[in-house]
């Protein structure tokens, strides 16, 4: 079991991703879990859709879990990233059931 938090995505991706290759070309069966901030429940409480990749609408949009482009978490925030979406790599592996 592969155990790792998760904000945007990417730290996770580095640590998990090699385990979930061995998943898929090994057929091994390593259990991944993403652990996020209740602050910031972007895969449990995400909507998986297109959204813009930045707040103010600019960046392009990506298919991935999003608490919405407009989303700000509490000010008094200890979660990780004050970031609305989940990388969209780990948005897929997340709505295929990989993670």
Request: with cysteine.
């Amino acid at each position: 079991m592969v155990i790792g938090c998760i904000g945007g995505g990417s730290n996770f991706s580095g640590f998990a991703f090699p385990f979930l290759h061995q998943n898929f070309t090994n057929n091994t069966e390593t259990r991944l879990l993403a652990a996020e901030p209740m602050s910031c429940p972007t895969l449990t409480k995400g909507e998986y859709t297109f959204d813009f990749g930045d707040s103010a609408g600019m960046a392009p949009i990506m298919n991935r879990y999003t608490l919405g482009h407009n989303f700000v978490p509490p000010g008094i925030h200890a979660g990780g990233l004050r970031y609305h979406g989940m990388s969209p790599h780990v948005s897929a592996l997340y709505d295929n059931g990989n993670i």
